[in-house]
């Protein structure tokens, strides 16, 4: 049931569709501003809709909502540069490449214009693509977005200090046991879902190249200042339609920071999940899809 407490705050506490069947993407790859990128996509026609995975993730974040959404939007979703299986390059990685990243990529597929939908680090390049590219962005979905708050999941922190996976890939059980410290409740989510998301933790590459990227906008204490600066600071900048999405009881990024992005961009809206953790995505797929359908159709009719 679907909670409206005014019409900038909707509270959702349907229960979530139990152990969702796995859905198969086929993969693609493409050539983005030099760096060889893998994609997945779904449907042909209506509004342009690109899912930006977070930190340490891959397009498997979305394997439950591509299909569902390209029923009635032109679905992408990527592995973003340095992450999955797209390229990793040797030089010391910038949060400009992943904004850039998000503008080739649409100039690859001819999209004028496109509604972003970012998951924790995700919603960072979507929100600073906004400002950068107002032109470019019809709306932006913030779910679980970091850049509105310093604080953050304590082992994230630890991670910029110990190489806690330097002797390569951790035990498959560690990797499950630090999947699910992700969700609310893990067993609304399927041991399919869970297994997908543990064949990326098992990459040792992958984990590498994720707590390069960690470094430069994290430090022990949390977030850096000038992710802050660039973000939070910067918001009322972004001038789209904008959709907060949040888990209530999410352990990566407190719920306080859905409450600061809402106060600082202009045209927000936010739609809390009740027991929920930081990927409404996945623990929360039909109610998650519809409210993206709605969203698309809205900011691209």
């Known amino acids: 049931m679907r909670i409206k407490i005014n019409n900038s705050i909707d509270i959702d506490d349907s229960r979530p569709a139990f152990r969702p069947e796995r859905i198969l993407m086929q993969e693609h790859y493409i050539e983005i501003n030099g760096w060889r990128t893998r994609y997945v996509t779904a449907g042909r026609r209506g509004p342009a809709v690109i899912l930006l995975h977070g930190l340490g993730a891959s397009l498997e974040s979305w ?36 904004v850039d990243f998000c503008r080739y990529f649409m100039d690859a597929f001819d999209l004028e214009r496109a509604l972003l939908v970012g998951n924790s680090m995700g919603g960072m390049i979507a929100a600073k693509a906004a400002m950068l590219y107002p032109e470019r962005v019809a709306g932006v979905a913030l779910v679980n977005s970091a850049g509105f708050g310093r604080d953050l999941a304590w082992w994230l ?26 969700f609310d409740d893990p067993a609304r989510v399927s041991d399919q879902v869970i297994e997908t998301l543990v064949k990326v933790e098992l990459d040792p590459d992958s984990m590498r190249t994720a707590r390069r990227v960690l470094n430069i906008g994290v430090d022990w204490r949390g977030l850096k200042p000038y ?34 992005a809402r ?31 709605e969203f698309a159709q809205e900011v691209l009719a």
């Open 63 to 98: 394997h439950l909502n591509v299909d569902a959404l390209g029923e009635s939007c032109r679905v992408f979703a990527p592995d973003i540069v340095y992450f999955g299986k797209s390229a990793k390059p040797e030089r010391d990685p910038e949060y400009k490449d992943f």
């Open 157 to 182: 922190r630890i991670r910029t200090l110990i190489d806690v996976r330097s002797g390569g890939a951790p035990p498959t059980w560690l990797a499950r046991i630090g999947l699910r410290a992700i």
């Open 227 to 260: 992710v802050m600066q660039e973000i939070h600071d910067s918001a009322d900048r972004i001038q789209a339609p904008t959709l907060i999405i949040w888990g209530k009881q999410d352990r990566v990024l407190p719920l306080h920071h859905a409450f600061a």
């Open 263 to 293: 106060k600082k961009i202009p045209h927000a809206r936010l739609h809390l999940f009740e027991r929920c953790g930081h990927t409404p995505q996945l623990e929360y797929p039909k109610q998650f899809n519809a409210l993206i359908q």
